[in-house]
Each structure stands twice: as structure tokens, then as C-alpha cells.
């Protein structure tokens, strides 16, 4: 198998595991998964940070494209930077959404708004390393922290309307 061959491999193996976690956790629980292929997909992302181009010719636009048609939901793709010592207030997660740090390590704290959570469902603190994925339902509240510098890439799912297409290609990456 060539090079291309394998990276596509690894990429329709670490999209089917967070599929599964979707499919299995929406609107319950949040979750945390470690893809099979993250030693590939991962430095791939990497390299396509501050990249620009169409969802053909870059990655992350074309992972969150690929995301949203096997869930059948518009996903949008955002970088992000978490500064060293950096800890945000906890924020509404207002759409479903999958963390995925890139590079280096953040902590979640995560807390269920309301009271409408099945039995069970509570709080969760976890520190994320690079290649894990978090998945966050809305509903939650989220802060994040690091002690040194991360990369996180965010994809955020909305319900796609019939006529729209899969993803929200002005993503900014």
C-alpha cells in the first residue's frame, strides 16, 4: 500500500471511531475517544494549520466535510491556540462538538447544564493529550487549560437542512 493509500486508510479508520462515539454518546454524555490512526491523521493537521484553500485541497476543511457526511451534519472545522497558563471561563457548548488537540495537552472541565441529563450524566475533568477526542454534546459547559502551548482542533456539528450542503466550507482554519 502506498503512502496516500494508508494516510486515506488511517483517516476512514480515526472518522469511523469518532463516528461511533457520536452515534453512541449524542445528546447524552459527553466522551472521550483515542482514534486508531491518530499517529498519521494527527501530524497531517498539523501541517495543514494556517493553510488556506477549498475542502478539496485542505485537510482539516476536507476532515470536517468528510465528519459531517457520515453523521449527515454540517460541521465546522476551527483551529485553535491555548497559551500557555491559559484557562478559559467555562463557555455553553451551544452544538454538538469534538475537541481534538493537535499538539500538546489540555485540560476539560465540563459540567451538564440544566436538569434534563439522563441518570448518571455529571461532571467530567480529563486532560486531553495530543490525538484524543473529546466529544462535548450540547448542553455542557466546557472550560479549557494548559500548562504549555496546545493546538486544538474544534469541529462543531449543526443539523444540516435538506438543501444545504455538508459542510460550511467558509470555515476559518
Do not use: K
Amino acid at each position: 500500500m502506498d503512502t496516500a493509500s494508508a494516510f486515506e486508510a488511517d483517516l476512514e479508520t480515526f472518522l469511523t471511531d469518532m463516528v461511533w462515539t457520536f452515534t453512541t454518546h449524542c445528546g447524552r454524555s459527553a466522551a472521550v475517544v483515542w482514534p486508531r490512526g491518530e499517529d498519521t491523521v494527527v501530524p497531517a493537521l498539523i501541517a495543514a494549520h494556517g493553510q488556506h484553500g477549498s475542502a478539496r485541497r485542505h485537510l482539516a476543511l476536507g476532515f470536517a466535510e468528510r465528519l459531517g457526511t457520515l453523521v449527515d451534519h454540517r460541521t465546522r472545522a476551527r483551529y485553535r491556540t491555548v497559551a500557555a497558563g491559559d484557562c478559559t471561563d467555562g463557555t455553553p457548548v451551544a452544538a454538538d462538538t469534538f475537541l481534538l488537540p493537535l499538539r500538546g495537552a489540555v485540560e476539560a472541565r465540563l459540567t451538564p447544564l440544566g436538569t434534563d441529563w439522563p441518570a448518571g450524566v455529571c461532571g467530567l475533568r480529563h486532560r486531553l493529550r495530543a490525538g484524543e477526542v473529546l466529544f462535548l454534546p450540547a448542553g455542557f459547559d466546557c472550560a479549557l487549560s494548559t500548562r504549555s502551548q496546545a493546538l486544538v482542533l474544534e469541529l462543531t456539528l449543526s443539523r444540516r437542512e435538506p438543501d444545504q450542503v455538508a459542510t460550511d466550507r467558509s470555515s476559518p482554519v
